[in-house]
Structures are given as structure tokens and as C-alpha cells.
């Protein structure tokens, strides 16, 4: 099974500045199979990105994934009030884990 | 409209059962692979079920293998859990997930809005 590490645990930011979220796998993605969701408080997750950089209906584009093979990155040019959340990244091809989570808060 | 809604979430005692339900619409329901995640208060998410479009193959992680099953009904559009033998450490929000096709590889496209179940004496 993939061994997922998301960094860093926590980002603290400011609105307005760019958070770089990291997605680390352990073996290689197949196929650039890799997926972000975004989870706020007492809420279900959302899904952000799919296929390493392609966003889900409704994303707004300040959010952008890249990436290839066992390094991954999620984007946010400019962090807007609702974006402060924790993000999650999936390995959806060949693994059915989930990172641990990096929580975005406000500095 | 996609809409995901589960219903079942309970106080259960250990060694107990309980059954999810998660009615679907807004989209064709025998179409589409369909999985449960869950989360333990304060953790992440565990990805632990899941069920291809037909119904045909079925996933369930070790964590829950014997105990937990999955099913569905395309007929009625809903996707069922039957668990079993519960423990504490079931102790979680489930919530109910659609497959971006049907049959893997796929990604969770939309999610319920979960469901808690507490297992304690």
C-alpha cells in the first residue's frame, strides 16, 4: 500500500498570500492518478483536483495541483477567508489511502 | 442536482449492529462505483468500502473485512452498510461516496453529508 505524507502539517497564512500544499507517495502514482479535497469544520470533504491538476466543476481557478510520479503540490495563489480548511490528497489509481491532512489556518 | 443522503447513524453498544443507508438522485446510480469513508473524531479520512457500478466486486480494507458489507439496490438508488460486530474504534463520521466512473480507477466527485456512529457501552 502507498504511504501517503502530506507537508507540512499545518500552514499558518494570511489572506491574500499563496499557500504550497506538498503530497508525497512512497511508490509511484499510476498515471498521474491523484486527487485533492478540501474539508472545513463539521463539514463533508470536497473535491478540488483530480488527475494531479485538473479542477472540479465549481473550483475557482486560485486553486492549481501539479505534479507526476511520488511528488505532487496543491496551489492556492491567494488565500480567500473560506479557503482556510484542511486539505487532504488520494492516490485514487493503485492505493485507497488518503493523506494525514494539512491544515491551513489563519496567521 | 447530485444529492447523497445517509441515514442510520446511531448509539451502539460493542459486538452490536447497525445498518447505513445512503439514498441517492441527481444522477444515474447503477452507473457509477459508490464507497464509504469514514472519519474518527479529530483524524482523517479512511477510505474502507466500495462497490462497482453493478455490484459485482466489492471492496472492504482489513480494518473491517468479516465484520462490514457492502451492498446496493440501483433499483431503489441507494447504497447500504451493514456492519457487524462493532467495536469502539468504529467510533466515526460515515459518509457516503459517489465514484467518478464505475469501476476503478476513480476519484469521489461528490459526498454525503455523513452520518455518526458512536459505539460505546
Redesign the interface.
Known amino acids: 500500500e502507498i504511504v501517503l505524507t502530506q507537508s507540512p502539517g499545518t500552514l499558518s497564512l494570511s489572506p491574500g498570500e499563496r499557500a504550497t500544499l506538498s503530497c508525497r507517495a512512497s511508490q509511484s502514482v ?2 498521474s ?1 491523484l ?1 485533492w ?1 478540501q ?1 472545513k469544520p463539521g ?5 478540488l483536483i ?1 488527475a494531479a491538476s485538473s479542477r ?1 466543476t465549481g473550483i475557482p481557478d486560485r486553486f492549481s495541483g501539479s505534479g507526476s510520479g511520488t511528488d505532487f503540490t496543491l496551489t492556492i495563489s491567494r488565500l480567500e477567508p473560506e479557503d482556510f480548511a484542511v486539505y ?1 490528497c ?1 492516490p ?3 492505493s ?6 494539512t491544515k491551513v489556518e489563519i496567521k | 442536482e447530485v444529492q447523497l443522503l445517509e441515514s442510520g447513524g446511531d448509539l451502539v453498544q460493542p459486538g452490536g449492529s447497525l445498518r447505513l443507508s445512503c439514498a441517492a438522485s441527481g444522477f444515474t446510480f447503477s452507473s457509477y462505483a459508490m464507497g464509504w ?1 469514514r472519519q474518527a473524531p479529530g483524524m ?4 474502507f468500502s ?1 462497490i462497482t457500478d453493478s455490484g459485482d466486486d466489492t ?1 472492504h ?1 482489513e480494518s473491517v473485512k468479516g465484520r462490514f458489507t457492502i451492498s446496493r439496490d440501483n433499483s431503489k438508488s441507494t447504497l447500504y452498510l451493514q456492519m457487524n460486530s462493532l467495536r469502539a474504534e468504529d467510533t466515526a463520521v460515515y ?1 457516503c461516496t459517489k465514484g ?1 466512473v464505475a469501476r ?11 452520518t455518526l456512529v458512536t459505539v460505546s457501552s
Open positions: 499510476s498515471s492518478y486527487a479535497y474539508q463539514q463533508a470533504p470536497r473535491l483530480y472540479a487532504y488520494q485514487y489509481g493503485n485507497r489511502t488518503f493523506g494525514q491532512g | 469513508v482523517g479520512l479512511e477510505w466500495a471492496y480494507a459518509y467518478s476503478r480507477p476513480y476519484y469521489f466527485d461528490y459526498w454525503g453529508q455523513g
